[in-house]
């Protein structure tokens, strides 16, 4: 089984600050990864997914996730955040084979502060 | 392409009554994954749909239900409604036989909560 550990429930920013959001999982297999957001009062979107490859993803909006196999993180980047970014981000895992489904952290809400 | 919709988006229920949700994928998706989305246990996955087959089950109990038609619509049931079961329910579509790889398409979401 499969599991992710968010360690941060909420992330304070200034605007046009840079932010780090964490992700840490647990698998005995290979995985694919995902970060999703989700903005007040609506579904969830992708922001990034790493399958293979090179572990440095980029993503929509100026995010991008790098890929740690040996620490097994996954941690979500934006190098200058504005206020549109306040959401919820939701980091998610699933076994690299088959047709499994998606694991999800307890998500990382993000406030952006003017 | 429109997105993924559901219907109803708010709905309020009392103890014991039933409840049905419905979700359209987007045009030309055959897979729609239900989700379960609560303050306490967060994104639970419920179960998957692909081609009208169930090809994924969460760990909930007997009482949630899904199903889907041959035009990918898809419904989920809940029977004998408890408290507990106030949340937003999340669906989410995706166009491969990959469930695990592809990305997931979500829906706003149905608001239930039960009195």
């Known amino acids: 089984a499969q599991s992710v550990t968010q360690l941060d429930s909420q992330v304070p920013v200034f605007e046009e600050a840079p932010v780090e959001l964490r992700c840490n999982y647990s698998?005995?297999?290979?995985?694919?990864l995902f970060w999703y957001v989700q903005y007040p009062n609506q579904g969830l979107q992708l922001l990034l997914k790493?399958?293979?490859?090179?572990?440095l993803v980029k993503g929509i909006n100026g995010f991008e996730a790098e890929f740690n196999k040996s620490q097994t993180s996954f941690h979500l980047r934006k190098p200058s955040v504005h206020i549109s970014d306040t959401a919820e981000y939701f980091c998610?895992?699933?076994?690299?084979?088959?047709?499994?489904?998606?694991?999800f952290g307890t998500g990382t809400r993000l406030t952006i502060i003017p | 392409k429109a997105g993924v919709t559901q219907t109803p988006r708010y709905l309020i229920k009392t103890r014991g009554q039933q409840v049905t949700l419905s979700c359209s994928p987007i045009?030309?998706?055959?897979?729609v994954s239900w989700y379960q989305q609560t303050p306490g246990q967060g994104l639970q996955f419920l179960f998957e749909?692909?081609?009208?087959?169930?090809?994924n089950k969460g760990n909930f109990p007997g009482r949630f239900s899904g199903r889907q038609f041959s035009n990918s619509r898809s419904e989920m049931n809940v029977s004998t409604l408890e408290l507990g079961d106030s949340a937003l329910y999340l669906c989410?579509?995706?166009?491969?036989?990959?469930?695990?790889?592809?990305?997931?398409?979500f829906g706003p979401g149905t608001r239930l909560l039960v009195l």
């Open positions: 045009s030309g998706h055959r897979s």
């Open positions: 989410a579509s995706g166009e491969s036989r990959s469930l695990g790889k592809e990305t997931q398409y």
């Open positions: 698998s005995s297999v290979s995985v694919y």
């Open positions: 749909y692909f081609s009208e087959t169930q090809r």
């Open positions: 790493y399958l293979s490859g090179s572990t």
């Open positions: 998610a895992v699933s076994p690299n084979f088959g047709n499994e489904k998606l694991t």
